[in-house]
């Protein structure tokens, strides 16, 4: 692999990256080559194919809208800035972080609160920045194992909807999300390690 | 089996007396019968016979000595494995407490039945049968399941650990045990410091994956994992090692005669030994690996070669001394890799089902002489040794825990939290190995044999009982901290969210690799090893007739039970629709709440599962088989409803994938497909149709059409660049009016990494492969087991 220097050198823009997303050089290049390996046939962009060929992301419920999420606003493809940038999402929180940040900063991808974004967009599949009852009906529906009757997966979602809704829109809007998340330690559930 | 559930313990129970009653019935009429010493004597029936004038025939006569051995060793692994039926159908046992708790009173059982009967000669354990056929299966299944790529990628730490863990146990509980020897009150003084040594190196020989399936279920990283795993897989070598070099130790000088360069020689020895041991191992399993190659045709005695070479590997390196032990270990390990890509699907299946099998019963067998040697007079009871020893087993485990491991952090780049720490210190108990090694000491050299004997016993009893069952509760006080009120269904179901978002994502990421040794010793295996170790031909058309008839049949089974109609995701009847804010009762949320639990999907698991005694079914199978025939359900009835192709499409259509019959040009050759599907050799995310698809795509003929098969030619990247072409069957009409111009424009791009290309790719995609692998390897060896005959029944559109 050479030494890292030279190798980070061929990622372009690595500079920007690392201080919109925050990686340590070591990640990052790791990253680059995890791209390179998923990018078929060299074109410099992932499509949803080859995000596919991932096995394991069949099996998943959700990993169609996972595959979605690289893919903002109804692109074909992620170069490798925008694929950096969906996963910056998940790097841990380090306490240095919060503590050093200059509150002017737009915040880095990896706070509490932009984990919470792209969970909640996993749900909001129209961006119309609510998550309606029928958006929460087929994520249940996404999850939940062939026995639930439909009715009964309605009346989930139904319940969950009216929760979490505090406004009486019929939808759980993000701070409503965020309010019924409070409790939760959403900075080590969406975080993983390798990515420090 | 309802009653069963609710009353566990009788039908186990009632068996367990039926055959106890046989046992005791069988050793009592030994007693009856003229015997004389009829252990090692089959032919004594004939001797007896002749000793006794025979007035007349006996129309029906007992000859009970002919079969005793085998027959008492017989009923003794069958009672063991009653008992283990009884123990797994009360589900909630294993998770409580270890199987070998299981075994052990067993052992128990048989030992105090055999004492209570008075049995003049039971079948004892002896050096030879322990060291010859009781110890190289148990070994033999631990290094074949072992997990390889976690297992390198730890394995300074795990040598580190392992070895010197080893070591520090044995001698600081030798020496210690050697100073309170020598406190005059304790009535020990005459047991000198090499029979300290020995007694410290057999009793700090560990087996602690008996308590892996305890906690297994509380997610224990892989790190973790690999480390308890390999310390268990090396220990056992090590132990036996020193054992050994302590043994002529003793038997070749007087205390006062030992020189420091003895010393130094026996230092020599043991690196000889564990090297040479690996070294013969490793040729070994290259050997049967080259062998494997030939065997298409008597698929029957493949499973005949992996065993037999693993055993010459162990007999080939105690013939000169070295450590049999890790020569089979290596043996197993080298030999997997390519014997797994080589052998039939029945082999494999039997190979790991014959190996879990003999284990067992080894296993089985030393608890019981265990049991029937802690039930009779042959014991000393020292208090002083014995809680002494007990007390600096724990201490000195602690000690080379946190110090050891205090060391590696430093160079690690996940260090090892204190919590795994703890987990790795707890999970010290004993087992069946420092009872043998205690067992099969020379009373000749110790005449204080008994003691030491007493001593191992309770240890591992301690550990086992005390030890096994609470390590379960420690871990999943350590790891998961649940808060102790419930949460809401939101929470729940926002949480299992995240937990799939997050495996999907680690996916996406892949794993990675940190070592340039693994990558160079990947391009030498695929450029010089895979060539000459593995198959080259391709399989004969018999075995695809068959795979195609057993798809057949599954595809039936699943119409039959229902998976595959689309009425159970019907569309929304909005009739039932609650409407409003309708108040719910709790006892509805709760029911809610607990149809969430029970239904959701559970998130993929990454880390490793190994069980000692099982090889558990795959229930995750299960459930992938279900996500992903809803997603071809759901595809195909937006493809009806006339939906464009689902790029840029919402979320649930978009699935382009193929799992179908496979169907192939002759081209591709077994070899690259086959290493498409396997997993440690796999260098590609490879789709899991296509893994079904490869593993199953072999050189049919094209005139299947019986099955209104369309064939949709895709390309594949091959190895060294060539293209090969694979052909997609659609079957069932349906599909067929759908269009098949889409299909074809929707022709995937190459899915596969060619095995070998570019390595820097190549390697980390392995990685991952080999990790959907320790998962997947299993669904896969499953679906390989139901000749992948789901794939039919998978359809995409």
Redesign the interface.
């Known amino acids: 692999m050479g030494s890292h220097s030279s190798a980070v050198a061929r990622i372009p823009d690595a500079d920007d990256i690392r201080r919109e997303t925050g990686f340590s050089q070591a990640s990052l290049l790791r990253l680059y080559h995890r791209f390179r390996s998923l990018d078929r046939n060299k074109k410099g962009y992932l499509s949803r194919a080859d995000l596919q060929q991932i096995g394991a992301l069949a099996v998943n419920p959700l990993g169609d809208r996972i595959i979605d999420s690289f893919f903002p606003d109804g692109s074909l493809q992620v170069d490798f800035p925008g694929f950096v940038r969906v996963l910056a999402h998940f790097r841990p929180i380090n306490e240095e972080d919060t503590r050093t940040r200059d509150p002017k900063e737009p915040e880095p991808l990896n706070s509490r609160m932009n984990k919470l974004r792209f969970a909640f967009q996993l749900y909001d599949q129209d961006r119309d920045g609510k998550i309606s009852q029928q958006e929460m009906l087929q994520v249940l529906r996404l999850m939940v194992g062939v026995q639930v009757t439909e009715e009964q997966l309605e009346s989930i979602a139904d319940r969950t909807v009216q929760e979490a809704d505090e406004d009486g829109d019929g939808a759980v809007s993000f701070l409503e999300f965020t309010k019924s998340l409070e409790k939760m330690n959403i900075e080590q559930k969406m975080s993983i390690r390798i990515l420090k | 089996m309802a009653f069963q559930v609710f009353v566990p313990f009788c039908p186990w129970k009632v068996l367990l007396l039926l055959v106890a009653l046989k046992c005791s019935e069988a050793t009592s009429n030994l007693n009856e019968s003229t015997n004389a010493t009829a252990r090692h004597e089959p032919n004594v029936r004939f001797a007896a016979a002749s000793s006794e004038p025979d007035e007349k025939i006996s129309v029906f006569a007992l000859d009970y000595d002919y079969v005793q051995i085998p027959y008492e060793v017989t009923l003794w692994i069958l009672l063991a494995s009653l008992a283990k039926i009884g123990f797994h159908l009360y589900h909630r046992l294993p998770g409580l407490m270890p199987e070998s708790c299981l075994l052990i009173v067993v052992g128990a059982l048989v030992g105090a039945i055999i004492f209570g009967t008075d049995h003049k000669s039971p079948p004892v354990m002896d050096s030879n049968i322990y060291f010859l056929y009781l110890l190289p299966p148990i070994i033999l299944e631990g290094g074949y399941f072992m997990p390889t790529r976690p297992f390198f990628e730890n394995i300074g730490s795990i040598l580190w650990w392992a070895g010197l863990g080893a070591l520090i146990n044995a001698f600081g509980i030798g020496l210690s045990l050697y100073l309170i020897c020598q406190i005059k009150a304790f009535g020990l003084s005459d047991v000198n410091l090499l029979q300290n040594l020995l007694f410290g190196s057999l009793i700090s020989s560990v087996d602690p994956v008996a308590v892996l399936a305890v906690f297994e279920e509380a997610r224990v990283n892989e790190p973790l994992y690999m480390m308890i795993f390999g310390e268990a897989l090396l220990n056992d070598g090590i132990s036996v090692v020193l054992y050994n070099i302590l043994i002529a130790f003793t038997k070749m000088h007087k205390f006062e005669a030992i020189k420091p360069v003895d010393i130094l020689a026996g230092c020599a020895r043991f690196i000889i030994v564990g090297l040479g041991g690996v070294f013969f191992g490793i040729v070994f399993g290259f050997i049967s690996a080259f062998i494997t190659r030939f065997t298409q045709n008597i698929s029957a005695i493949e499973p005949l070669i992996v065993f037999m070479f693993s055993y010459l590997s162990y007999l080939a390196a105690e013939t000169l001394y070295l450590s049999g032990i890790l020569a089979i270990t290596a043996c197993a390990v080298t030999m997997k890799k390519y014997v797994e890509e080589n052998v039939s699907q029945t082999s494999y299946t039997t190979i790991k089902y014959f190996m879990k099998m003999l284990s067992s019963v080894s296993e089985t067998l030393i608890f019981i002489f265990m049991g029937v040697s802690t039930v009779g007079k042959n014991h000393e009871w020292n208090w002083a040794f014995i809680c002494f020893t007990l007390a600096f087993c724990q201490i000195w485990r602690a000690i080379s825990v946190f110090a050891l491991f205090y060391v590696s952090n430093q160079f690690r780049t996940?260090p090892f939290s204190i919590k795994d720490q703890c987990i790795i210190f707890y999970s010290g108990v004993r087992g069946a190995g420092s009872f043998s090694l205690a067992f099969l000491l020379p009373l000749s050299l110790f005449p204080r044999k008994k003691m030491f004997v007493t001593a191992t016993l309770v240890v591992i009893y301690f550990t086992v009982f005390i030890q096994g069952i609470t390590i379960g509760p420690l871990v999943r006080y350590l790891g998961v901290k649940k808060?102790n009120k419930k949460e809401?269904?939101?929470?729940e179901?926002?949480?299992?969210?995240?937990?799939?978002?997050?495996?999907?994502?680690?996916?996406?990421?892949?794993q990675?690799s940190h070592y340039?040794v693994r990558?160079k010793f990947k391009k030498f295996d695929h450029r010089y090893l895979r060539k000459i170790l593995i198959r080259k031909n391709l399989p004969k058309s018999s075995i695809v007739s068959l795979y195609k008839k057993l798809e057949m049949k599954q595809a039936i089974e699943m119409v039959e039970t229902g998976?595959l109609s689309s009425t159970?995701?019907?569309t929304?009847?909005q009739a039932?629709?609650?409407q409003g804010?309708?108040r719910?009762s709790p006892e509805?949320?709760e029911s809610?709440r607990d149809?969430?639990t029970r239904?959701?999907?559970q998130v993929?698991q990454r880390t490793l599962s190994y069980n000692k005694y099982n090889l558990k079914p795959q229930t995750?199978e299960k459930?992938?088989k279900?996500?992903?025939t809803?997603?071809y359900n759901t595809l195909r009835d937006s493809m009806r409803k006339g939906h464009s192709l689902p790029?840029?499409k919402?979320?649930?259509t978009?699935?382009?994938?193929y799992l179908s019959f496979p169907y192939s040009n002759p081209q591709p050759t077994r070899r690259d497909l086959r290493a498409e599907e396997l997993t440690d050799n796999s260098s590609?995310?490879?789709?899991?149709?296509f893994?079904m698809f490869n593993a199953n795509s072999q050189t049919r003929p094209l005139q299947e059409r019986q099955l209104t098969q369309e064939i949709i030619p895709m390309k594949n990247?091959n190895r060294g660049g060539k293209p090969s072409n694979f052909g997609y069957p659609r079957s069932t009409s349906q599909e067929e009016r759908v269009g098949r111009g889409r299909w074809a424009a929707l022709r995937?791009?190459?899915?596969f990494?060619a095995v070998d290309e570019e390595y820097?790719?190549?390697a980390?995609?392995e990685e991952?492969?080999s990790t959907?692998g320790s998962r997947?390897s299993a669904e896969h060896r499953c679906r390989r087991e139901h000749r992948r005959s789901h794939s039919p029944l998978l359809h995409k559109k």
Request: with cysteine; charged share 25%.
């Open positions: 996940f808060t809401s269904i939101n929470e179901l926002h949480i299992r969210l995240m937990d799939h978002l997050k495996a999907g994502i680690e996916d996406v990421c892949g990675w340039q990558d998976i159970s995701f019907s929304p009847l039932q629709r609650i804010t309708k719910l509805d949320v809610m149809i969430l239904n959701m999907y993929r995750c459930q992938a279900e996500i992903l809803r997603r790029w840029g919402p979320a649930d978009k699935n382009i994938r590609s995310d490879s789709d899991l149709s893994i990247l995937p791009k190459p899915l990494h820097e790719s190549g980390e995609s991952e492969a959907i997947w």
